[in-house]
């Protein structure tokens, strides 16, 4: 899963990065709303975490523009203490759940799980793709219920790939959305990780879950 985090208080935007890593989350940070504005219009993100005082561009203003090119990523606000004004503003912009400053770290988590929820139509926090279930909040995966141990890397990978299900992703992008531009990589990377990944989702399985697409790029079909 990967997160935009736009927010100019640095400390407040590191604090929630390393806590979302911890998660095994990936994030990236823009400091200002110019900044936040072209990474969520070049980048794929499952959510984005977004402050409305902002300098450059607020906001409110970058989730309108954002909207009406027709990016619908999910967006968390954040909003200074019970200032009723931006949260309906907020709302009103596009918004699909806001957040008021101070708040506890599991409680931003709480609300990201409960957007990618209502983003993804999920009941509880399992998603199910044939026989193989991931939960989403624990990382346990299961296929024809036998438990399948797998690494953080293999997790988000697998992850990555079942919330776009029956979609091509391209290497690159799955380079991107793992690895978070950590370092350069070369594309070979990617093809060892589906096959380590194959080896535990769909070996002795009649039906095979993980797609190749020869010249292009990997999905999960269903
Ligand atoms: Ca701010």
Do not use: C, Q, W
């Amino acid at each position: 899963m990967r997160v935009l985090v736009v927010e100019d208080e640095k400390m407040l935007a590191e604090l929630i990065k390393s806590g979302l890593e911890d998660e095994n989350y990936s994030a990236d940070l823009a400091f200002d709303g110019e900044e936040g504005l072209f990474l969520a219009k070049n980048e794929p993100f499952d959510v984005i975490i977004l402050d409305i005082m902002l300098p450059k561009l607020n906001g409110i203003e970058l989730l309108k523009i954002l909207r009406k090119k027709g990016i619908e990523t999910p967006v968390l606000m954040l909003t200074a203490k019970s200032d009723i004004e931006d949260k309906v503003l907020g709302l009103n912009s596009g918004a699909d759940d806001y957040l008021t400053k101070p708040f506890s770290f599991d409680e931003l988590l709480a609300r990201i799980k409960a957007v990618l929820r209502r983003k993804f139509n999920m009941a509880d926090n399992i998603l199910k793709i044939d026989t193989l279930k991931i939960n989403l909040s624990t990382h346990e995966v299961t296929r024809d219920k036998m438990p399948i141990e797998l690494t953080a890397k293999e997790y988000s990978l697998l992850e990555y790939l079942a919330l776009n299900k029956n979609k091509l992703l391209t290497r690159a992008e799955i380079t991107e959305h793992i690895y978070n531009y950590e370092f350069d990589l070369d594309s070979n990377v990617v093809d060892v990780m589906i096959t380590r990944l194959r080896k535990k989702i769909d070996k002795g399985f009649d039906k095979k879950l993980i797609v190749t697409v020869r010249g292009a790029g990997y999905m999960i079909k269903e």
